[in-house]
């Protein structure tokens, strides 16, 4: 039986026997004694294995390659060295992949940059050990967020014909060949194609998850969406996962209780459960993080109006690179400036023009706004988006109308408000975000396993 190293630290004692495996992070040896730092991703720190020299293979073992696949038998020991209570005296280390001095992680520190360009390997190192260690267990505690809530966990479909926020950012689906499709009138001829008609991947789960919500209360999607968006920015990708609760009988001040309950428990969640790559994160990538979190898990989140949101940049005297005026969406800039510089935290902004939003947000009493919500947080900007829906029939048409979107490829969805409609809010959590939010990692590309963004598709 093997054991993983996090366990046998956590409930080892002095000479406690076990079986160890992983891959060798860096082996220093003298004539007498080799040590090598062994990891089996199961913590930051790994264990340091110590070799002597009555180990029948100790020779070959001193010769043992960075990056190498290891077996140890041995027994936990208490460490004579500072900086760590145990390590771990091997009786017999069995080489099962070897290594050489081609190993591209080598001791230097590496830039995060050139380690994107080695994504198979890069979770063998420090930072990326914690990023996806603690993006599992965030992935966890999110289904026991909504699990405890009993809120309904529903997985919304990945190809789809509908773009549900009206972007145009569809990724196609389709098996026309591409070089000679079947046309009409001098177009593809989608009729022809594999769903008889355009699909493409989805940018949202929202509209299928408010079908769902309007029969279970309550429900979330957790899944991969996907947007042709040819923004090259630190916060952009075009593979990246959403959290969508919808909740039926719900409106707006409803959803931003839900989204700030939801944000405080994953930050209570990171620091309690996740407190040793937490730990690491405040001392190699931010300091100070554990405390802004912790000030975060207690705040009272800001509420404001859009409108007073635009008056506060005016009067701001700051200068921006991107206009401010009303009527106008609000840039990362701006919205750094907000949660950084005005309040201090996280904050909500609340009813946003409507020409600046999606077709499905509910129109205020005002005409001029929708019952909009975007949670922005100090570094990242935007962490939520989400809004109470317009759940009135006419209303909706009308709308569609107005902004030219067809309301045939979405009369199922228009159905939902023919027969028993009611009030209804939802959001969408950035998954990357929140990593980046918690973990204090600046570009998306490092804390997604394998990212996808314009020209790249690697791996
Ligand atoms: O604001 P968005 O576009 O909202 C929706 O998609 C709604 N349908 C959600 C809902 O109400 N159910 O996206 C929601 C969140 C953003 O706040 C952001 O955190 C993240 O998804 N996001 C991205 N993350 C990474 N890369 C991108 N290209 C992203 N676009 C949005
Ligand atoms: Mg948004």
């Not at 979330?220 to 969508?244: C, D, K, L, Q, V």
Request: charged fraction near 25%; aromatic fraction near 10%.
């Amino acid at each position: 039986m093997k054991t993983r190293i996090s366990e046998l630290l956590a409930t080892g004692s002095a000479g406690r026997g076990a079986t160890i495996t992983g891959w060798a992070r860096s082996l220093r040896s003298s004539k007498e004694v080799a040590f090598i730092a062994l990891h089996d991703g199961s913590n930051p720190s790994g264990i340091q294995v110590v070799a002597g020299r009555t180990l029948d293979n100790f020779e070959a073992v001193c010769r043992i390659g960075t990056g190498a696949a290891l077996q140890i038998d041995g027994v936990l020991v208490e460490s004579p060295a500072t900086g760590q209570q145990w390590e771990f005296a091997a009786n017999t280390i069995t080489l099962i992949g070897k290594s050489d001095e081609t190993y591209p992680l080598q001791k230097k520190r590496h830039s995060f940059e050139y380690l994107r360009t080695i994504a198979h390997l890069r979770p063998r190192t420090n930072t990326f050990g914690s990023v996806f260690r603690l993006r599992s267990k965030l992935a966890h505690a999110i289904h026991r967020f909504f699990a405890d809530k009993q809120f309904l966990y529903v997985n919304t479909p990945i190809i789809t014909a509908s773009d549900c926020e009206g972007a145009g950012e569809l990724f196609r689906v389709t098996t026309l060949d591409a070089a000679a499709p079947p046309t009409v009138q001098g177009q593809p001829d989608f009729s022809q194609d594999f769903f008889g008609q355009r699909t493409g991947l989805t940018v949202s789960g929202q509209l299928e998850g408010e079908l769902f919500a309007q029969a279970f209360g309550n429900i979330y999607t957790f899944g991969p969406t996907f947007r042709a968006e040819n923004s090259n920015t630190a916060r952009h990708a075009s593979e990246f996962w959403m959290i969508e609760p919808e909740m039926a009988f719900a409106d707006l001040a409803d959803d931003a209780d839900l989204a700030e309950e939801f944000i405080k428990y994953l930050c209570r969640f990171a620091l309690e459960e996740c407190a040793d790559d937490m730990l690491f994160f405040d001392r190699q990538i931010e300091h100070g993080l554990l405390e802004r979190i912790q000030r975060v898990a207690a705040a009272d989140f800001a509420r404001i109006d859009y409108s007073e949101a635009i008056d506060r940049l005016q009067r701001s005297g700051t200068t921006f690179s991107y206009p401010v005026e009303w009527g106008l969406d609000l840039q990362t800039e701006h919205e750094r400036y907000l949660s950084e510089q005005v309040v201090g935290g996280p904050a909500f902004i609340l009813n946003y023009p409507k020409g600046i939003k999606a077709f499905y947000m509910r129109q205020n009493p005002d005409g001029k706004t929708v019952a909009a919500m975007d949670l922005l947080v100090p570094k990242v900007g935007e962490i939520i988006g989400g809004s109470q829906r317009e759940e009135r029939l006419d209303l909706l048409q009308a709308r569609m109308l107005e902004l030219g979107i067809a309301t045939e490829p979405l009369a199922w969805y228009l159905d939902s408000r023919r027969w028993g409609s009611c009030p209804h809010a939802g959001f969408g959590l950035g998954f990357e975000r929140l990593v980046m939010y918690l973990s204090g990692m600046e570009n998306i590309r490092d804390v997604i396993p394998f990212p996808r963004t314009p020209r790249h598709c690697e791996f």
